[in-house]
């Protein structure tokens, strides 16, 4: 079948019509023609007037709690979410039951994922049942397909094992990913630390609790020479210590979530239970370091950090409220609705590009003759989306109802098109 995309402009700094506007014909996994006016016949037109088409969005940090926990989401209602949020590449974190901590779990994901719309790639665990104590085995799940290594939802406390999991992933050339909580500080913290936190009566987290294991872990990478990828960044200091490290010259990434983007501790005031998420919510000074890091290049990617939770998690006293929040579905607009001046190609590299290139994943660039792994979207549309239109089976998003500035048009990969409502 074959697909015409009609005048988009194509945001790809690796391709060589990067900024024009172009007819873009697919077929058969394909791009078959990139023109300016394709006369060929097609089974099916989509007009990119007002669009941009960039290769394929990759989320690299999502929950899709299967095996184990499918009441709260599936691999496959977890891949009609993220194919809705623009995504055609996703990474699942390894916190089911069983963990994905050996080569049979990561084959598991890696055979459901060829039945699924979408990429689902599985990151191995660390540690044997994400539990901190011994290494998993993780040249075996490299093998087999893990594409990246963490304890995902339980960062590792271990220094010793921390410093193993990078000398094993250099062994391979792979990237481990650390989400920065110091869990022996502020262990039974809510929230941020600081006057809200005190306000509303809730114990806090302190902001130092993420800094120590991002200052331990860039120790760790300078000693090792290794790579590694801090998730779900959320403190200035910590984006400050980031930065610092790069310029030295250390192979350390990092990404960012829509909803500390979005969002703030003061956003608490009414006890949200939506709003629940590890890390916390920060002050506004830590949302504006984000931002800057985004526009300065600190920042490499976009993370939903998508963590669905039922009903029953959600609907208690928030002491009781089990952190995270959907937000897959609405990750690219509300990025763009904070950062309504962000270029294309900012957006490209942000949400695909740079997640390509340090996952070492096939690069999908927009030309011709290329895999055709592509995301459409728009700046001059809303996104407003509810619990009814969602695809996630879980519904614990503080997004729903709130009119946001962009949209994702359209999605093509494994050689089909969706186009949202």
């Given at each position: 079948?074959?697909?015409?995309?009609?005048?988009?402009?194509?945001?790809?700094?690796?391709?060589?019509?990067?900024?024009?506007?172009?007819?873009i014909?697919l077929?058969?996994h394909?791009?078959?023609?990139?023109?300016?006016?394709?006369?060929?016949?097609?089974?099916?037109?989509?007009?990119?007037?007002?669009?941009?088409?960039?290769?394929?969005?990759?989320?690299?940090?999502?929950?899709?709690?299967?095996?184990?926990?499918?009441?709260r989401?599936?691999?496959?209602?977890?891949?009609?979410a993220?194919?809705q949020?623009?995504?055609?590449?996703?990474?699942?974190?390894p916190?089911?039951?069983?963990?994905?901590d050996?080569?049979?779990?990561?084959?598991y994901?890696k055979?459901?994922?060829?039945e699924?719309?979408?990429?689902?790639?599985?990151?191995?665990?660390?540690?044997?049942?994400?539990?901190?104590?011994?290494?998993?085995?993780?040249?075996?799940?490299?093998?087999?397909?893990?594409?990246?290594f963490?304890?995902?939802?339980?960062p590792?406390?271990?220094t010793?094992?921390?410093l193993?999991?990078?000398?094993?992933v250099?062994?391979?050339?792979?990237?481990?990913?650390?989400?920065p909580?110091?869990?022996?500080?502020?262990?039974?913290?809510?929230?941020?630390?600081?006057?809200?936190?005190?306000?509303?009566?809730?114990?806090?987290?302190?902001?130092?609790?993420?800094?120590?294991?991002?200052?331990?872990?860039?120790?760790?990478?300078r000693?090792?020479?290794s790579?590694?990828?801090?998730?779900?960044?959320?403190?200035?200091?910590?984006?400050a210590?980031?930065a610092?490290?790069k310029?030295?010259?250390?192979?350390?990434?990092?990404?960012v979530?829509?909803?500390?983007?979005?969002?703030?501790?003061?956003?608490l005031?009414?006890?949200?239970?939506?709003?629940?998420?590890?890390?916390?919510?920060?002050t506004?000074?830590?949302?504006?370091a984000l931002?800057?890091?985004?526009?300065?290049?600190?920042?490499?990617?976009?993370?939903?950090?998508?963590?669905?939770?039922?009903?029953?998690?959600?609907?208690v006293?928030f002491?009781?409220?089990?952190?995270g929040?959907?937000?897959?579905?609405?990750?690219?607009?509300?990025?763009?609705?904070v950062?309504?001046?962000?270029?294309?190609?900012?957006?490209?590299?942000?949400?695909?590009?740079?997640?390509?290139?340090?996952?070492n994943?096939?690069?999908?660039?927009?030309?011709?003759?290329a895999?055709?792994?592509?995301?459409?979207?728009?700046?001059?549309k809303?996104?407003?989306l509810?619990?009814?239109?969602?695809?996630s089976?879980?519904?614990?998003?503080?997004?729903?109802?709130?009119?946001?500035?962009?949209?994702?048009?359209a999605?093509?990969?494994?050689?089909?098109?969706?186009?949202?409502?």
């Amino acid at each position: 079948m074959t697909t015409l995309i009609k005048q988009v402009k194509i945001a790809d700094v690796h391709s060589p019509f990067n900024g024009k506007i172009k007819d873009i014909l697919l077929d058969n996994h394909k791009i078959i023609s990139i023109t300016d006016n394709c006369t060929q016949k097609s089974d099916q037109i989509i007009d990119g007037k007002d669009c941009f088409v960039s290769p394929g969005f990759v989320d690299p940090f999502v929950h899709f709690c299967d095996p184990g926990m499918e009441n709260r989401e599936t691999l496959n209602t977890g891949a009609l979410a993220a194919q809705q949020g623009g995504f055609t590449t996703v990474f699942t974190v390894p916190n089911t039951q069983p963990t994905v901590d050996t080569k049979s779990q990561v084959t598991y994901i890696k055979q459901h994922s060829q039945e699924l719309p979408i990429h689902v790639l599985p990151i191995g665990a660390i540690s044997k049942k994400v539990e901190g104590k011994d290494l998993a085995e993780m040249i075996d799940m490299h093998s087999n397909g893990a594409v990246a290594f963490s304890d995902g939802l339980y960062p590792v406390q271990s220094t010793l094992l921390f410093l193993k999991a990078l000398q094993y992933v250099k062994a391979f050339d792979g990237v481990a990913i650390q989400m920065p909580i110091d869990k022996s500080l502020g262990s039974l913290g809510l929230m941020n630390e600081g006057l809200v936190s005190t306000k509303l009566g809730l114990p806090g987290i302190p902001a130092i609790a993420e800094e120590l294991i991002i200052s331990r872990d860039i120790e760790l990478l300078r000693y090792t020479n290794s790579k590694l990828h801090i998730t779900s960044v959320s403190t200035a200091k910590g984006i400050a210590l980031i930065a610092a490290a790069k310029k030295e010259g250390l192979q350390i990434t990092c990404s960012v979530t829509p909803y500390h983007l979005f969002f703030t501790e003061e956003d608490l005031n009414n006890y949200d239970t939506l709003l629940k998420v590890f890390p916390p919510l920060r002050t506004k000074k830590d949302q504006e370091a984000l931002i800057k890091g985004i526009e300065e290049g600190t920042v490499d990617c976009i993370s939903s950090h998508h963590i669905p939770q039922d009903w029953d998690g959600k609907t208690v006293e928030f002491e009781n409220a089990k952190a995270g929040i959907a937000s897959i579905e609405t990750t690219f607009a509300a990025v763009q609705h904070v950062m309504p001046n962000i270029d294309s190609e900012k957006l490209a590299a942000l949400f695909s590009t740079n997640a390509r290139s340090i996952f070492n994943l096939p690069t999908a660039s927009i030309q011709e003759g290329a895999e055709a792994e592509l995301t459409m979207f728009t700046k001059s549309k809303i996104t407003c989306l509810n619990v009814k239109d969602s695809k996630s089976k879980s519904a614990n998003s503080p997004f729903w109802d709130i009119t946001l500035n962009g949209k994702i048009i359209a999605t093509y990969s494994k050689g089909k098109v969706n186009i949202n409502a």
